[in-house]
């Protein structure tokens, strides 16, 4: 069977040097979920793995194919054990992986069910007096009450993928700010190291956008970068696509439909410079003042969710870890914001 053949009849991710994905055939999406693209591949590995799969990215020189197993999944147990072969695809600076089932599951894929009724009309609201009082807040209490629906409510089919497909919704939202939480607490203990090589910030930056496009424009959002410079600096490029990820992240979530967001790339004085503005919520002085505290340290509520907080709060860490610095501004609410990375550079 020809590499092409095999890609077609086995599920198959294409991604860029930093693991964003940028499509994906029915089988992984079956076996992955629908909503890929955008995502980076270590979101669907389980934790002592990605490592594993982050050094392979890194060390991959786009000659023969590179071969490592791990445990995988669509971001709900079960996991499972999978082998990933990356090797480099026909579109230009784009690499395939192709995964193959491993041990007694060979030829076997797990079976994920699509919430092809996703979309439809939401299920009926269960009386807040179902629900225990001691119910966590939050997307853990919707998914109390979804449950809860499924147990006691006679449910149409559309009705009940419905219900499914947003308690696995909230559960993978629930999933992605425990793993801002296990990052942020590392960096707070000082137990990520980066691994730093020179590269272009604008080439680096400019994937990033790429990947952040569709979720840019299923929000009605206009995102738009401009490079000034192209400044070389010596960083990490994962931890540092982590950080433009964050910020773009941040500035879709809060720009409504019909808004812009702008990135800048060049030199300032003698740092290279990232700049993120959007005509999103805006923030008050003193959001502003706190936006990239330790969420640990910080006793009053967040208005914008722990992911946001924790994310951040990565930002901060991880910057400073290249020996740069972040600032936030904002005119005040309902007037955008702007993020603003400086870096150490190695040439302009």
């Known amino acids: 069977m020809s590499p092409?053949?095999?890609?077609?009849?086995?599920?198959?991710?294409?991604?860029?040097?930093l693991g964003i994905i940028y499509s994906a055939n029915e089988e992984a999406r079956?076996?992955?979920?629908?909503?890929?693209?955008?995502?980076?591949?270590?979101?669907?590995?389980?934790?002592?793995?990605?490592?594993?799969?982050r050094s392979t990215l890194s060390s991959f020189d786009g000659k023969g194919t590179a071969r490592l197993e791990v445990r995988m999944s669509s971001g709900r147990p079960p996991s499972w054990s999978m082998r990933l072969r990356l090797c480099r695809a026909e579109s230009p600076h784009r690499l395939q992986?192709?995964?193959?089932?491993?041990?007694?599951?060979?030829g076997v894929f797990p079976t994920v069910k699509a919430n092809a009724a996703l979309e439809a009309r939401p299920p009926r609201v269960v009386p807040s007096s179902d629900i225990p009082a001691n119910a966590p807040p939050g997307g853990l209490r919707l998914v109390l009450a979804w449950t809860n629906l499924l147990r006691h409510v006679d449910l149409s089919d559309v009705d009940r993928a419905t219900t499914i497909g947003r308690i696995e919704e909230h559960i993978l939202q629930q999933a992605a700010e425990i793993e801002s939480l296990w990052h942020a607490a590392r960096l707070e203990l000082g137990a990520v190291e980066v691994q730093c090589r020179n590269l272009s910030l604008s080439d680096l930056v400019r994937v990033c956008v790429e990947g952040m496009q569709p979720a840019a424009q299923a929000t009605g959002t206009t995102m738009t970068l401009h490079i000034d410079q192209s400044p070389i600096v010596c960083a990490d490029e994962l931890r540092l696509a982590q950080v433009v990820t964050h910020l773009l992240s941040n500035a879709i979530r809060f720009t409504p439909a019909g808004g812009e967001i702008d990135i800048y790339?060049?030199?300032?004085?003698?740092?290279?410079?990232?700049?993120v503005c959007d005509?999103?919520?805006?923030?008050?002085?003193?959001?502003?003042?706190?936006?990239?505290?330790?969420?640990?340290?910080?006793?009053?509520?967040?208005?914008?969710?722990?992911?946001?907080?924790?994310?951040?709060?990565?930002?901060?860490?991880?910057?400073?870890?290249?020996?740069?610095?972040?600032?936030?501004?904002?005119?005040?609410?309902?007037?955008?914001?702007?993020?603003?990375?400086?870096?150490?550079?190695?040439?302009?």
Do not use: C
């Open 97 to 106: 992986w192709i995964i193959e089932p491993v041990g007694a599951e060979t």
């Open 265 to 275: 790339v060049g030199v300032l004085e003698d740092t290279a410079l990232l700049r």
């Open 30 to 53: 079956r076996l992955l979920g629908r909503d890929l693209v955008g995502k980076q591949i270590f979101r669907y590995v389980e934790r002592d793995w990605v490592d594993t799969v």
């Open 279 to 348: 005509t999103g919520v805006g923030m008050t002085k003193d959001h502003v003042a706190r936006v990239f505290d330790s969420p640990w340290n910080n006793t009053e509520p967040s208005t914008s969710g722990a992911s946001s907080a924790f994310g951040l709060f990565l930002v901060r860490r991880i910057v400073e870890l290249h020996k740069g610095s972040v600032r936030a501004f904002s005119p005040g609410p309902g007037h955008g914001s702007i993020f603003t990375v400086r870096l150490p550079y190695v040439s302009a």
């Open 4 to 17: 092409r053949e095999e890609a077609n009849s086995s599920p198959q991710l294409l991604t860029d040097r």
